[in-house]
């Protein structure tokens, strides 16, 4: 059970929203009762302007957590010196409450992708993988937290199941674990495992941060662009269809069973409403995270299903 | 090409090619035999990484795309994502070269205005972004005699930008994003366009000729003598009123003495 005190971080054990610009004025011009917000950091690695003037806004009113994309924690090398000291620059200007980033990797011989990559679960990638988190905390001076991916593929050379293998990194590095259950869903449905056997291997003594959010069903993918089908939220589709960790909806009712399920274990942690594509307004979204708190507060699977 | 020495570069030769073949023994479906085979799960990546991208430069480019339409401009995007994929995770620095793409881009060549309008957008983006920096008024250079103000060089703010096109670039971006009412534009109009942001709020001002040729000149590090003579040689030019709206417009951060002699410009002052 997380006590008073949280070595990670001091967000609060309550629900968050990922912070977007279109809805600054609503967040930062009302009383908004969320919790605490959720930004990208490379969405501020510019000098000035109004990118900053939000952000110093919005760390001025309420608790931050900078959620990193870009550093390719899980990459076949070191994370890009370079990025490493712009996401330390903007940790030391904003002193945010928590600071993660992902079991994947997003950029590779000089190119940047824009996707959160797989790897292999082995030992040699364990090390990869610890070596690299420990370079990222030795530069931030703080301990990090690390999410789950949502997965597509497995690798031939992968030995380790991915519950284990966060469990080893953050016994070996000290990081804490940022637990996005929608990452888990997709990746049972898509991988074929089951997502409550997932999750009673899954080192919940280390989970700091929840994450929770919407997926799509994949249109079967073959055309050089597609996007993914509106409509089904997930769950419901026929056993080949891929799910795609979309952010650009509303969470999935069983992921929100899931959600209850864990918080009946770990007690209220700091929990996020991550939507990134197609912006809802920011009513629909502070509902979403009212849901969220509800279920924090023991209101359980009522809420779950409501 | 690089080599895939690892599985994560074997996997990342595999994004922004189609066509490339899975290799064997890299991965599997999943550990219970999901039914999607693997060229579909390849493609969640594959659509992820394109369309992502193509998704930030249109964020980007607005104009461009509204002068294109949305389906030849995501198909020109998709090949210069493939072409030119961005070399680190800050997107707000990706796409600077989409402008010269452009211009190469056999489909838009009918378009011969496209890569100004997108020039113009990539200067919003980079004045969006620019460092805070507070702007000076023309007092700075009062107490002067004429002599004295003639060899100053001014120091601008670091999102001022001037796009010195053959057509009415300005007005086409104007009027696609909607800041202004769409009129009948005579695309070989010559306009020139300058990109500031004194606070927050990016501005974009259409210049007059030789207004557009006395700030190159300054922003090139001429004084205010050498800007003058080379906007007087074109069009007749206020000078004290030109000056006067750029310290309006607040581009100007400083201003400095220009060495005196090119010869002997080590000399303290």
């Not at chain 1, 990559?117 to 530069?139: F, G, T």
């Not at chain 1, 899954?202 to 994450?211: A, C, G, K, N, T």
């Not at chain 2, 996997?11 to 060229?39: E, R, V, Y």
């Not at chain 2, 534009?185 to 004194?198: I, K, N, S, T, Y």
């Given at each position: 059970?997380?006590?008073?005190?949280?070595?990670?971080?001091?967000?609060?054990?309550?629900?968050?929203?990922?912070?977007?610009?279109?809805?600054?004025?609503?967040?930062?011009?009302?009383?908004?009762?969320?919790?605490?917000?959720?930004?990208?950091?490379?969405?501020?690695?510019?000098?000035?302007?109004?990118?900053?003037?939000?952000?110093?806004?919005?760390?001025?009113?309420?608790?931050?957590?900078?959620?990193?994309?870009?550093?390719?924690?899980?990459?076949?090398?070191?994370?890009?010196?370079?990025?490493?000291?712009?996401?330390?620059?903007?940790?030391?200007?904003?002193?945010?409450?928590?600071?993660?980033?992902?079991?994947?990797?997003?950029?590779?011989?000089?190119?940047?992708?824009?996707?959160?990559?797989?790897?292999?679960?082995?030992?040699?990638?364990?090390?990869?993988?610890?070596?690299?988190?420990?370079?990222?905390?030795?530069?931030?001076?703080?301990?990090?937290?690390?999410?789950?991916?949502?997965?597509?593929?497995?690798?031939?050379?992968?030995?380790?199941?991915?519950?284990?293998?966060?469990?080893?990194?953050?016994?070996?590095?000290?990081?804490?674990?940022?637990?996005?259950?929608?990452?888990?869903?997709?990746?049972?449905?898509?991988?074929?495992?089951?997502?409550?056997?997932?999750?009673?291997?899954?080192?919940?003594?280390?989970?700091?941060?929840?994450?929770?959010?919407?997926?799509?069903?994949?249109?079967?993918?073959?055309?050089?662009?597609?996007?993914?089908?509106?409509?089904?939220?997930?769950?419901?589709?026929?056993?080949?269809?891929?799910?795609?960790?979309?952010?650009?909806?509303?969470?999935?009712?069983?992921?929100?069973?899931?959600?209850?399920?864990?918080?009946?274990?770990?007690?209220?942690?700091?929990?996020?409403?991550?939507?990134?594509?197609?912006?809802?307004?920011?009513?629909?979204?502070?509902?979403?995270?009212?849901?969220?708190?509800?279920?924090?507060?023991?209101?359980?699977?009522?809420?779950?299903?409501? | 090409?690089?080599?895939?020495?690892?599985?994560?570069?074997?996997?990342?030769?595999?994004?922004?090619?189609?066509?490339?073949?899975?290799?064997?023994?890299?991965?599997?479906?999943?550990?219970?035999?999901?039914?999607?085979?693997?060229?579909?799960?390849?493609?969640?990546?594959?659509?992820?990484?394109?369309?992502?991208?193509?998704?930030?430069?249109?964020?980007?480019?607005?104009?461009?795309?509204?002068?294109t339409g949305a389906r030849f401009f995501r198909a020109a995007a998709r090949e210069f994502v493939r072409s030119s994929p961005?070399?680190?995770?800050?997107?707000?620095?990706?796409?600077?070269?989409?402008?010269?793409?452009?211009?190469?881009?056999?489909?838009?060549?009918?378009?011969?205005?496209?890569?100004?309008?997108?020039?113009?957008?990539?200067?919003?983006?980079?004045?969006?972004?620019?460092?805070?920096?507070?702007?000076?008024?023309?007092?700075?250079?009062?107490?002067?005699?004429?002599?004295?103000?003639?060899?100053?060089?001014?120091?601008?703010?670091?999102?001022?930008?001037?796009?010195?096109?053959?057509?009415?670039?300005?007005?086409?971006?104007?009027?696609?994003?909607g800041r202004s009412e769409r009129t009948g534009l005579d695309l070989r109009m010559p306009e020139a366009a300058l990109v500031?942001?004194?606070?927050?709020?990016?501005?974009?001002?259409?210049?007059?000729?030789?207004?557009?040729?006395?700030?190159?000149?300054?922003?090139?590090?001429?004084?205010?003598?050498?800007?003058?003579?080379?906007?007087?040689?074109?069009?007749?030019?206020?000078?004290?009123?030109?000056?006067?709206?750029?310290?309006?417009?607040?581009?100007?951060?400083?201003?400095?003495?220009?060495?005196?002699?090119?010869?002997?410009?080590?000399?303290?002052?």
């Amino acid at each position: 059970m997380p006590g008073d005190e949280m070595p990670f971080g001091t967000l609060p054990a309550a629900a968050g929203t990922s912070f977007k610009h279109i809805h600054a004025r609503d967040i930062l011009e009302g009383r908004s009762p969320v919790a605490w917000f959720e930004v990208h950091p490379e969405n501020y690695m510019v000098d000035g302007g109004e990118p900053h003037r939000l952000l110093g806004a919005l760390r001025a009113a309420y608790p931050l957590s900078m959620h990193g994309v870009g550093l390719s924690l899980g990459g076949a090398g070191r994370p890009c010196p370079i990025h490493l000291d712009r996401l330390r620059a903007l940790v030391q200007r904003y002193e945010p409450d928590s600071v993660s980033e992902h079991l994947a990797w997003s950029g590779h011989g000089g190119i940047f992708y824009n996707d959160l990559l797989p790897l292999p679960y082995d030992e040699a990638s364990l090390r990869r993988v610890a070596a690299n988190v420990q370079e990222l905390q030795d530069a931030l001076k703080r301990p990090v937290l690390v999410e789950n991916p949502s997965r597509y593929l497995s690798f031939d050379a992968s030995t380790i199941p991915e519950p284990c293998f966060l469990a080893e990194l953050a016994q070996r590095t000290g990081c804490g674990l940022l637990l996005d259950i929608n990452n888990v869903y997709v990746s049972a449905n898509n991988i074929g495992f089951d997502p409550l056997a997932y999750l009673a291997d899954f080192p919940l003594r280390y989970v700091e941060e929840i994450h929770l959010a919407g997926h799509a069903q994949d249109s079967c993918a073959t055309d050089a662009e597609t996007r993914p089908a509106r409509g089904g939220s997930g769950g419901g589709g026929s056993a080949a269809a891929l799910l795609v960790d979309a952010h650009d909806r509303p969470v999935a009712d069983p992921v929100w069973r899931l959600f209850a399920d864990v918080v009946a274990r770990t007690g209220r942690l700091p929990s996020l409403i991550e939507w990134d594509n197609d912006l809802p307004g920011w009513p629909e979204l502070a509902a979403e995270a009212a849901r969220a708190e509800r279920i924090l507060w023991g209101e359980g699977r009522d809420a779950a299903t409501r | 090409m690089q080599q895939p020495a690892s599985p994560q570069g074997a996997l990342a030769g595999l994004l922004l090619d189609p066509d490339a073949a899975i290799p064997d023994a890299l991965f599997h479906a999943g550990d219970g035999g999901g039914a999607a085979d693997l060229t579909r799960r390849v493609a969640v990546h594959r659509n992820t990484v394109v369309v992502s991208l193509v998704d930030a430069l249109a964020a980007t480019y607005p104009a461009v795309q509204s002068l294109t339409g949305a389906r030849f401009f995501r198909a020109a995007a998709r090949e210069f994502v493939r072409s030119s994929p961005p070399r680190g995770p800050v997107l707000a620095q990706y796409g600077g070269d989409f402008p010269a793409f452009l211009d190469a881009f056999p489909p838009a060549s009918s378009l011969d205005y496209l890569p100004d309008v997108a020039r113009l957008e990539w200067a919003w983006l980079r004045a969006y972004g620019a460092a805070d920096v507070q702007p000076v008024a023309a007092r700075i250079l009062g107490g002067r005699d004429a002599a004295d103000t003639a060899a100053l060089c001014l120091r601008f703010h670091p999102a001022v930008a001037l796009l010195r096109s053959h057509h009415p670039v300005v007005s086409l971006w104007a009027e696609t994003t909607g800041r202004s009412e769409r009129t009948g534009l005579d695309l070989r109009m010559p306009e020139a366009a300058l990109v500031a942001r004194p606070d927050l709020v990016v501005q974009v001002h259409r210049l007059r000729p030789s207004s557009a040729t006395f700030l190159a000149a300054l922003l090139a590090g001429r004084t205010l003598a050498m800007a003058a003579e080379a906007a007087m040689a074109e069009q007749d030019f206020d000078l004290p009123a030109e000056l006067a709206e750029l310290f309006d417009a607040g581009l100007v951060t400083g201003c400095h003495r220009a060495a005196r002699d090119d010869t002997h410009n080590g000399a303290p002052s």
